[in-house]
């Protein structure tokens, strides 16, 4: 069985994070970057664990210099979502990645990002929107600049604001800074938190920062109080199983904690992510959580859903998206 044609809403992807080795490979080839070091011998991106795997992301990072090289980039990952049945994406986009968070240069970045999002939907029918991220290992002076972009440019893609990065760097406490600037120019927020960290970080991501998504999560299994916290306040979880397997954050796929989750009453849904590092898709994805947990068509339809009220767009865009989830099935 395979859920592939069925219509889908992902919320936590990297822009970056979707490139696929060849694409950068030859931006490699192009710019006579040599990061051949980050490839293993099938091509496939190579690493030990998660701080390897920030490590192997940047340095496949560095071959995207332009905004041209982005709008690229954002065609070959939408062809690439779009054959997966996903109809409305929403993607973490980095001025540290986009012109180093000056915001002249992270506005050309967007704008070849926009173009490229543009085309794709009228081409593929996929909708992309932008979580801008400030990146936790860079440190909180380095996610203010970033937020400021944010801010900057908050509208209709740039829909949110986020973190991502080393989650074990610092206190939730001490990117309040930036998540306050965003948050008072509108923006709805989410952050990652409990891939690593447990249900204190989860705790502190909810209480210092005010989220409204958390990214991963799951570590607020090992606290019913931290259940608790994210029932009541309506939070959804951006669960990512498979990019949790692959990292070792959880054990394997029988020890995820997503059903359980979602059994205690706490909003999750499916996102793959960085897919090809962790060779996944969002058809693999429902596939595994099928095998696992049994989850069929019901389940994945409610799964959808739940995302689909808790995308950062506009009630128009949802809307809309809403129509294609319901005709499609
Ligand atoms: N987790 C945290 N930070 C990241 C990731 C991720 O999977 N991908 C890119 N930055
Ligand atoms: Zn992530």
Same mark, same amino acid.
């Given at each position: 069985? /395979?859920?592939?044609?069925?219509?889908?809403?992902?919320?936590?992807?990297?822009?970056?994070?979707?490139? =696929? =080795?060849?694409?950068?490979?030859?931006?490699?080839?192009?710019?006579?970057?040599?990061?051949?070091?980050?490839?293993?011998?099938?091509?496939?991106?190579?690493?030990?664990?998660?701080?390897?795997?920030?490590?192997?992301?940047?340095?496949?990072?560095?071959?995207?210099?332009? =905004?041209?090289?982005?709008?690229?980039?954002?065609?070959?990952?939408?062809?690439?979502?779009?054959?997966?049945?996903?109809? %409305?994406?929403?993607?973490?986009? *980095?001025?540290?990645?986009?012109?180093?968070?000056?915001?002249?240069?992270?506005?050309? %970045?967007?704008?070849?990002?926009?173009?490229?999002?543009?085309?794709?939907?009228?081409?593929?029918?996929?909708?992309?929107?932008?979580? @801008?991220?400030?990146?936790?290992?860079?440190?909180?002076?380095?996610?203010?600049?970033?937020?400021?972009?944010?801010?900057? /440019?908050?509208?209709?893609?740039? /829909?949110?604001?986020?973190?991502?990065?080393?989650?074990?760097? #610092?206190?939730?406490?001490?990117?309040? %800074?930036?998540?306050?600037?965003?948050?008072?120019?509108?923006?709805?927020?989410?952050?990652?938190?409990?891939?690593?960290?447990?249900?204190?970080?989860?705790?502190?991501?909810?209480?210092?920062?005010?989220?409204?998504?958390?990214?991963?999560?799951?570590?607020?299994?090992?606290?019913?109080?931290?259940?608790?916290?994210? @029932?009541?306040?309506?939070?959804?979880?951006?669960?990512?199983?498979?990019?949790?397997?692959?990292?070792?954050? @959880?054990?394997?796929?029988? *020890?995820?904690?997503?059903?359980?989750?979602?059994?205690?009453?706490?909003?999750?849904?499916?996102? /793959?992510?960085?897919?090809?590092?962790?060779?996944?898709?969002?058809?693999?994805?429902?596939?595994?959580?099928?095998?696992?947990?049994?989850?069929?068509?019901?389940?994945?339809?409610?799964?959808?859903?739940?995302?689909?009220?808790?995308?950062?767009?506009?009630?128009?865009?949802?809307? #809309?998206?809403?129509?294609?989830?319901?005709?499609?099935?």
């Amino acid at each position: 069985m /395979t859920f592939q044609t069925m219509p889908k809403v992902e919320l936590h992807t990297h822009l970056e994070g979707c490139a =696929p =080795p060849a694409f950068i490979k030859q931006l490699a080839h192009e710019k006579k970057i040599d990061i051949s070091g980050i490839f293993d011998a099938g091509g496939g991106y190579a690493f030990r664990d998660f701080d390897h795997f920030l490590k192997v992301y940047e340095a496949a990072c560095t071959t995207l210099q332009s =905004p041209d090289d982005f709008r690229r980039l954002t065609m070959a990952v939408l062809e690439e979502t779009a054959a997966h049945g996903v109809v %409305y994406m929403e993607t973490f986009v *980095s001025p540290d990645f986009c012109g180093g968070g000056d915001l002249a240069a992270w506005k050309d %970045y967007l704008a070849a990002i926009e173009d490229a999002a543009r085309e794709a939907e009228d081409k593929l029918g996929i909708t992309l929107k932008g979580i @801008v991220t400030g990146i936790r290992h860079f440190g909180p002076e380095a996610c203010k600049p970033a937020a400021r972009c944010a801010a900057e /440019t908050f509208g209709d893609f740039v /829909t949110g604001y986020g973190m991502a990065g080393g989650e074990m760097v #610092r206190r939730p406490a001490d990117y309040a %800074y930036s998540f306050d600037m965003a948050r008072e120019a509108g923006m709805p927020l989410t952050c990652h938190a409990g891939e690593w960290g447990g249900a204190a970080m989860v705790a502190e991501t909810i209480r210092h920062l005010k989220v409204a998504r958390i990214g991963h999560g799951i570590g607020a299994i090992d606290d019913h109080a931290v259940i608790d916290q994210i @029932v009541e306040n309506d939070l959804v979880l951006e669960v990512c199983p498979g990019s949790n397997v692959v990292l070792k954050a @959880v054990d394997g796929w029988g *020890s995820h904690p997503i059903a359980k989750l979602r059994d205690a009453g706490v909003k999750v849904t499916v996102s /793959t992510d960085d897919p090809p590092f962790f060779h996944t898709t969002m058809t693999a994805e429902y596939d595994m959580l099928n095998k696992t947990f049994g989850w069929g068509e019901d389940d994945f339809k409610a799964l959808n859903k739940t995302a689909l009220a808790a995308a950062f767009c506009d009630d128009d865009t949802k809307a #809309r998206v809403a129509k294609r989830l319901e005709t499609a099935q």
